[in-house]
């Protein structure tokens, strides 16, 4: 049974960062493709960033691209999403899945609220 357990969202002002991190189990997670999603009030789900099962390859939604960082650790089956110049739009659940392919159930995400 896949797990996908989200933390680190939170409360940042404008121009701020968050760290967000999804542990996962059930899965051989060094063989998937993975990904960050969120989704806002009223909006559908969107993939935000991707990265290859190394970490060689990672692609971005142009609205994040070059302030969010996607990165993994296989080790400890972990993928982390490095949030920097925050702005309200930003604010959402956030989630991880797999990045391309058909997804599994979804955890309960993370609050991500960008506000001052």
């Known amino acids: 049974q896949v797990q996908l357990v989200e933390s680190g969202g939170g409360l940042v002002q404008p121009g701020g960062s968050l760290k967000l991190s999804c542990t996962t189990s059930?899965?051989?997670?060094?063989?998937?493709?993975m990904g960050w999603y969120r989704q806002a009030p009223g909006k559908e789900r969107e993939r935000v960033a991707f990265?290859?099962?190394?970490?060689?390859?990672?692609d971005y939604a142009d609205s994040v691209r070059g302030r969010f960082t996607i990165s993994r650790d296989n080790a400890k089956s972990t993928l982390y999403l490095q949030m920097n110049s925050l702005k309200p739009e930003d604010t959402a659940v956030y989630y991880c899945?797999?990045?391309?392919?058909?997804?599994?159930?979804w955890g309960q995400g993370t609050q991500v609220t960008v506000s001052s």
């Open positions: 899945n797999r990045g391309q392919g058909g997804l599994w159930d």
């Open positions: 059930g899965i051989i997670f060094r063989t998937k493709h």
């Open positions: 990265i290859t099962t190394t970490g060689g390859g990672t």
